[in-house]
Structure formats: C-alpha cells, structure tokens
C-alpha cells in the first residue's frame, strides 16, 4: 500500500543520507588539508623559529593540532546546540514532502478501479528527531581524526625542510 510506498521512500533516504555523510566526510577531509597548508605555510616562521629553539618537530604538529581541536570543539559545540532546530526542520520538510506525494498518488489511483486500500485517508503525525549520544560522540571523533589526519599531511610539507630553508625562502 501507500505506507508500504512511504517506507521504502524513507530507506532510500537513509540511503542518500549514508552516502552524502561518506562524500562529505572526504570533502572535508580535502578542504580541512588546504587549510591547514595554508595555515602552517603562513606561519612558517614562527615554525622555523620554533625549530631552531630546539623544539621537535612533534611539538610543534602537537601544538598546531591542540589549537585546531580547540576550534573543532568550538565548531562541535555550535553545531551541537543548532542541530536539533534544524534537524527538526528538515524532518518536518521531509515528512510533508513524503505525505504530499502520496497524497497525489492517491488522487491519481481514484479513477482506477480497484479494491478498498485499506490505506487510504492514513497520515503522519508525531514526527520526532532525538540526536542521541552515539551521534554526537560518532561526530566528536569523525573530527578528531579528521583533524589528525588533516594536520599530519598539512605539516608533513613543511616538517621536512630545516629552519635555515625555511628562513631562507621567505626572504
């Protein structure tokens, strides 16, 4: 019937949802990588004279990553208090878009003959988002190893040079 029609309309969404999360997660993951180049290439010279104090290179890529986790839990916090207005927004666009179309599928079957549908006058009510823990925490560390990740290979191009070619390339 028409809930049989919703549903699996739902599992297609959760489908989509599934790979939106993988292309945006890589996306991010190539964006996050840039940024953090450009940050580390704009702070070059404070990295060389770090390294020239005597600070290891781990320090400093420990440094530059505690300061990118504190952004990332800045980020997390903001996105944690708007997801629940926004999610309810979203389901509710969803919900109705979903009862709209069966609605019109139902005008559309009217001039056919056929048996009682035993569906027919049914309707969504109630919707709820709950964003639960494991949410939240499957978020927390998507960033952290993002951040990692994206700070590691971003360093990697300038940890491998010495302070004196650093220095010297910015003359």
């Known amino acids: 019937g028409n809930l049989d029609t ?5 599992n297609t969404l959760e489908e989509t949802s599934n790979m939106m999360i993988i292309v945006i997660t890589i996306a991010s ?3 996050l990588t840039l940024i953090f180049i450009f940050w580390i290439k704009t702070r070059s010279k404070e990295v060389a004279i770090y390294m020239s104090l005597g600070l290891t290179k781990f320090n400093i890529i420990k440094q530059i990553l505690i300061e990118a986790l504190l ?4 980020a997390l916090s903001i996105s944690a208090i708007a997801s629940i207005p926004v999610s309810k927004i979203a389901v509710n666009y969803i919900v109705d878009n979903q009862v709209q179309q069966m609605e019109e599928q139902q005008i559309m079957q009217q001039g056919q003959v056929s048996g009682y549908d035993e569906n027919a006058g049914q309707s969504v009510k109630g919707t709820e988002v709950k964003i639960t823990p494991s949410i939240y925490g499957t978020s927390f560390a998507t960033i952290l190893i993002l951040e990692v990740l994206t700070v590691n290979v971003a360093g990697i191009l300038i940890m491998k040079k010495k302070p004196k070619e650093i220095l010297s390339e910015m003359s």
């Open 6 to 10: 919703m549903s699996s309309n739902f």
């Open 29 to 31: 993951f190539i964006i």
């Open 71 to 74: 952004v990332g839990i800045v």
